[in-house]
T-cell receptor, first 114, second 113 residues
Framework: QKEVEQDPGPLSVPEGAIVSLNCTYS??????FMWYRQYSRKGPELLMY????GNKEDGRFTAQVDKSSKYISLFIRDSQPSDSATYLC??????????????FGKGTSLLVTP | EAQVTQNPRYLITVTGKKLTVTCSQN?????MSWYRQDPGLGLRQIYY???????DKGDVPEGYKVSRKEKRNFPLILESPSPNQTSLYFC????????????FGPGTRLTVL
C-alpha cells in the first residue's frame, strides 16, 4: 500500500463550481500537510500548509486535515479557468531520519471550463 | 524576488556523458533537496542537504551525486547518465528548524539517449 493515495482524475468542472480534492494516507506519524499546485511545465507551487489536524483558509482555498481518518482535503470555491492545473498533496512527519522528505500523492488533474 | 533557480531547464544528452544540474536559492535556507518526477510514480527524493557540507541519500539516490559547498547552491551530478534517468528534476529548499514548507524550482527536463 502506498503511503499517500490520491485520485489522478482528471476532474472537469464548470467555472464557479466548488472543487473538492482529497488524499488518504497510511502513516500515522505524518504531521505536516501541504497542497501544491503544478501548472504544465512548471515547478510545484506551495498553496496551503497545515500542521496536524484542523482547517486553514486562504482566500478561495480551504485545507482540511482529519488525522483520525487519515484524510486531507483541499476545497476551491468559485473555481476559475486559471485554477486548471495538477494538484499535489504532500505530507511528512514532524521529525524523521529522512531529512524532511515530502511524501507526495501522484496528483489530481483539474480542468475548469469557462 | 525569493526563488529557487535551476539550470539548464532542458537538457538532452547521451548515455555516459557526465552532466551537472545547478540549483541556487536566494532565501538563505539551510535545507535543500532534489526530487525527480516520473509519470505514475510521482515525486521522489533523490538527495538532501541539511546544511553546508552535510548531505544524505533520499529514496532514489542510485546514479546521482551532490555537493553542498555553499549555502545557496546544491548541484546535482550525474557522472554516467543512463536512459532510466530521463525525468523531470526539481530542486527544493526550506528555511528554519520548525515546519516543512518547501519551495520548489522550475524544474529541469532531462532526456538521456
Amino acid at each position: 500500500q502506498k503511503e499517500v493515495e490520491q485520485d489522478p482524475g482528471p476532474l472537469s468542472v464548470p467555472e464557479g463550481a466548488i472543487v473538492s480534492l482529497n488524499c488518504t494516507y497510511s502513516n500515522s506519524a505524518f504531521q505536516y500537510f501541504m497542497w501544491y499546485r503544478q501548472y504544465s511545465r512548471k515547478g510545484p507551487e506551495l498553496l496551503m500548509y497545515t500542521y496536524s489536524s484542523g482547517n486553514k483558509e486562504d482566500g478561495r482555498f480551504t485545507a482540511q486535515v482529519d488525522k483520525s481518518s487519515k484524510y486531507i482535503s483541499l476545497f476551491i470555491r468559485d473555481s476559475q479557468p486559471s485554477d486548471s492545473a495538477t494538484y499535489l498533496c504532500a505530507m511528512s512527519p514532524s521529525r524523521s531520519n529522512s531529512g524532511y522528505a515530502l511524501n507526495f500523492g501522484k496528483g489530481t488533474s483539474l480542468l475548469v471550463t469557462p | 524576488e525569493a526563488q529557487v533557480t535551476q539550470n539548464p531547464r532542458y537538457l538532452i544528452t547521451v548515455t555516459g556523458k557526465k552532466l551537472t544540474v545547478t540549483c541556487s536559492q536566494n532565501m538563505n535556507h539551510e535545507y535543500m533537496s532534489w526530487y525527480r518526477q516520473d509519470p505514475g510514480l510521482g515525486l521522489r527524493q533523490i538527495y538532501y542537504s541539511m546544511n553546508v557540507e552535510v548531505t544524505d541519500k533520499g529514496d532514489v539516490p542510485e546514479g546521482y551525486k551532490v555537493s553542498r559547498k555553499e549555502k545557496r547552491n546544491f548541484p546535482l551530478i550525474l557522472e554516467s547518465p543512463s536512459p532510466n534517468q530521463t525525468s523531470l528534476y526539481f530542486c527544493a529548499s526550506k528555511g528554519g528548524l520548525v515546519g516543512n514548507e518547501q519551495f520548489f524550482g522550475p524544474g529541469t527536463r532531462l532526456t538521456v539517449l
